[in-house]
Nanobody, 120 residues
Framework: QVQLVESGGGLVQPGGSLRLSCAVS????????MGWYRQAPGKQRELVAA???????NYADSVKGRIAISRDVAKNTVYLQMNSLKPEDTAVYYC??????????????WGQGTQVTVSS
């Protein structure tokens, strides 16, 4: 079993900052890609940022320059630093990890989601 535990969501004013964390635990052989997705009401889930185990990153165009993804490999933890937040960043944010377990094909696992609300 693989578990993803998220923290750091909440209410923030426009222009403010939040840092999301996601820790992965379980019988893990290796974690490959990790990422953050978000889903706003009435919209499909979209990729915000992703990072490989080698440190390569990808960002949605809408968040480039404002949001940074990072990873602590030793702690099996991924972070999302969000700055200059806008109301349109309001969404449920989901952590994702591509995980290999012994005797099991690599698969994607998801966190429970954490609400980020940007409002005055």
């Amino acid at each position: 079993q693989v578990q993803l535990v998220e923290s750091g969501g909440g209410l923030v004013q426009p222009g403010g900052s939040l840092r999301l964390s996601c820790a992965v635990s379980g019988s893990i052989v290796s974690i490959y890609n990790m990422g953050w997705y978000r889903q706003a009401p009435g919209k499909q889930r979209e990729l915000v940022a992703a990072i490989t185990n080698g440190g390569s990153t990808n960002y949605a165009d809408s968040v480039k320059g404002r949001i940074a993804i990072s990873r602590d490999v030793a702690k099996n933890t991924v972070y999302l630093q969000m700055n200059s937040l806008k109301p349109e960043d309001t969404a449920v944010y989901y952590c994702n990890a591509n995980v290999a377990r012994f005797g099991v094909v690599r698969a994607d696992y998801w966190g429970q989601g954490t609400q980020v609300t940007v409002s005055s």
